[in-house]
């Protein structure tokens, strides 16, 4: 899918039609704008899953992205509306037949629109299709109810294993509580007809 596009649902209720490719080099800029402002600081407070009452400092770097994109196994999902970037993923082979999801963001103005269950909705399709992933799963801090509520209305599980968040390591940001934890969150896939 490397350069291509791939349409989500028709244009609904007059909003424009998503569009997913896979994240490339010269998309590293657009991606460290719209993970920081999805997660922290002032902008992230214009939507509903911000983490800015939780940590501060930035969510990734440019270095850190062209990493992730230089990645094997890893893919960084893009959705585009109108042509301009609108949310992003990141999606691993786990190696174990699972997927994982990671650097889930949505531009905190659009959160709320489905646009992030269209994304959702694309990364399960491509850790089917293309990673041949029975499973999906994630990690989330246990803090942040909302949004676990959200996946789990969507059919992902807590599966009782938890992380400890890595306090003194700031390329994860600057704590702003003393008892974060990461859990993770599990759903099986299902795989494609014909399959």
Known sequence: ME???????????G?????????????V???????????????SRQG??????????RRVDAGQIAELLAR????????ERGGRVAACCELADGGDGSAYFGMFAVWPGAQGGGTGGSVLAEAE???VEELG????????????ADLIGWYERRGYRRTGETAPFPYGDER???????????????????????A
């Not at 460290?32 to 997660?39: E, G, H």
């Not at 509903?48 to 400092?57: F, Y």
């Not at 992933?133 to 942040?144: A, E, K, N, Y």
């Open 172 to 194: 994860f940001g600057l704590p702003k509580r003393d008892d974060l934890v990461f859990e993770e969150l599990a759903k099986e896939l299902n795989a494609p007809p014909g």
């Open 125 to 127: 399709r491509t850790a």
């Open 133 to 144: 992933c029975t499973s999906m799963r994630m990690t989330v801090l246990r803090q942040r």
């Open 3 to 13: 350069g291509q596009t791939r349409a989500g649902a028709p244009h609904v209720g």
């Open 15 to 27: 909003r424009p039609q998503t569009a997913f490719r896979h994240a490339a080099e010269d998309d």
């Open 48 to 57: 509903w899953t911000t983490e800015a009452d939780l940590l501060g400092g």
């Open 29 to 43: 800029a657009a991606l460290v704008d719209l993970v920081n402002a999805a997660y922290r600081g002032d902008a």
């Open 72 to 79: 094997p196994g890893t893919r960084v999902l893009i959705a």
